[in-house]
Nanobody
């Protein structure tokens, strides 16, 4: 069983930056693929970015490509999401999630473990 805890959310003006962290505990955390998924009020969960267990493969939604960067430090059991050039439409609760196959997934249904989420609010 893997437990995931997100941090780093907050309020930022449009054009600003935030870095989210996802700390994993329990099990062999370095073997899991990890994704960031967000959910805005009244909308369905939306894939944002994912990274394979080794960090060798990364995936991004078109809406964040070139602005967001996902990375991981397996020695610290932590996955990061660096978010630059933030827009008001990036406002959402951001969740990190882990998949047992180690690949990461563009499908929100492809994850086995989820964190509680961290709020990101971008003001215009």
């Amino acid at each position: 069983q893997v437990a995931l805890v997100e941090s780093g959310g907050g309020l930022v003006q449009a054009g600003g930056s935030l870095r989210l962290s996802c700390l994993a505990s329990g099990g062999t955390c370095s073997i899991y693929g990890v994704g960031w998924i967000r959910q805005a009020p009244g909308k369905e969960r939306e894939f944002v970015a994912a990274i394979s267990w080794s960090g060798g493969k990364t995936y991004y939604a078109d809406s964040v490509k070139g602005r967001f960067t996902i990375s991981r430090d397996n020695a610290k059991n932590t996955v990061y999401l660096q978010m630059n050039s933030l827009k008001p439409q990036d406002t959402a609760v951001y969740y990190c999630a882990a998949d047992r196959w180690g690949l990461g997934s563009r499908r929100t249904s492809g994850y086995d473990y989820w964190g509680q989420g961290t709020q990101v609010t971008v003001s215009s």
